[in-house]
């Protein structure tokens, strides 16, 4: 029997709030690491461990990324390759959050912004005031 919508949203706050967030990190964390693991073994063409003919590389280790969700921040385990490289598509690069806020406030300063509407500005983005004479810290 499906379930309505109603009845999903419920169930995703109940899942968000139960422990402050970890059911839904370790969810989330188990799923992503799984869609990224599977992705690899379709790349290299053999899970791990795997022998056969159609294998193109070998796993060599893996590197750790971070990935920032809603839920908080997650380590996914990425494989790397003895040859050629391997970028898994769900966790691709992304501009850190520095660059863009430099950015911003560097746009801002040469068309004059008063110090005011930039931290407001910050503070929109998601950014918390650290600490009005250091620099942020993201």
Known sequence: MPLNQLALLELTEVMRTADDGKLMRTLLHTILQALVDAEATGHIGA???????????????????????????????????????????????RPRIEVALHAVVMEAYVHGVSTRKVDDLVTAMGVERMNTRSSLHC
């Not at 159609?54 to 893996?62: F, L, P, V």
């Not at 971070?66 to 769900?90: H, N, Q, Y």
């Open 47 to 93: 899970g791990m461990h795997e022998q056969n003919d159609t294998r193109t590389t070998q796993r060599n280790g893996t590197r750790t990324k971070v990935v920032s969700a809603t839920s908080g921040d997650l380590s996914v385990k990425i494989a790397k390759t003895r040859t050629g490289s391997f970028f898994a598509t769900l966790v691709h690069p």
